[in-house]
């Protein structure tokens, strides 16, 4: 079956410190990953994506995601975390079920809580 | 101003009634998309449509019908066998293609009184 995976529901970093989300995925195929957030009940906004290529992905706002085809992973990553990063991350992956269309499979989220 | 426009922002619904919520993009998008939110559980497809006349099922369509008449419009309507209604809705939409991004529109928060 096609899933990704956060495995934590919270985050909790200072401002300043690096971040880490992580995301695990399964897929059938080769992966189209994605990361997107959303702030307080709000839409979700377009970070980044792998799709082929360099395993380091960067994106919006200082954020870079690495692709582990190993370990099936897709962690989002920040060097230095600002305040206004504390928002609901979701990773999500091409469901490859649906070839050719841009329907995706989301994880269940992750808050991330930036402290000053 | 281009974008995804969902109203309303809010919505209750009464126990029989059917309630449709707009969804509206000025992006000359091929695809959209109805997901629905609920907290813990990330987000869920309802209905998907590639191009205007035709949609498909996605995985939680059960108590959920929409219309694709105009390419800019994907309104969902919630009906009353959908029995469990309160969610937050996501429309979104993306141009044609696999590895296309998707544009979210605001969101609309469905409540049961």
């Known amino acids: 079956a096609q899933s990704v995976a956060q495995p934590e529901d919270q985050v909790n970093v200072a401002e300043g410190n690096p971040l880490t989300v992580k995301c695990t995925y399964s897929v059938s195929g080769n992966p189209y990953l994605f990361w997107y957030v959303q702030y307080p009940n709000r839409g979700l906004q377009f970070l980044l994506k792998?799709?082929?290529?360099?395993?380091l992905v960067k994106g919006s706002y200082g954020f870079e995601a690495e692709f582990n085809k190993s370990q099936t992973s897709f962690h989002l990553k920040k060097p230095s975390a600002l305040v206004s990063d504390s928002a609901l991350y979701f990773c999500?992956?091409?469901?490859?079920?649906?070839?050719?269309?841009?329907?995706?499979?989301f994880g269940q989220g992750t808050t991330l809580q930036v402290k000053p | 101003d281009g974008g995804i426009t969902q109203s309303p922002k809010y919505l209750f619904r009464k126990e029989g009634q059917n309630v449709t919520l707009s969804c509206e993009q000025n992006?000359?998008?091929?695809?959209m998309y109805w997901y629905r939110q609920d907290p813990g559980q990330g987000l869920r497809l309802i209905y998907y449509s590639q191009i205007v006349n035709d949609f498909q099922k996605g995985d939680i369509a059960e108590g959920y019908s929409v219309s694709r008449e105009k390419k800019e419009s994907f309104p969902l309507t919630v009906t009353s066998a959908q029995k469990n209604p309160t969610a937050f809705y996501l429309c979104?939409?993306?141009?044609?293609?696999?590895?296309?991004?998707?544009?979210f529109g605001s969101g609309t928060q469905l409540s049961v009184l």
């Open positions: 792998y799709i082929t290529g360099d395993n």
């Open positions: 979104a939409s993306s141009p044609e293609g696999a590895n296309e991004k998707l544009f």
């Open positions: 999500a992956v091409r469901d490859n079920r649906w070839s050719n269309t841009g329907k995706l499979i």
């Open positions: 992006l000359n998008h091929d695809a």
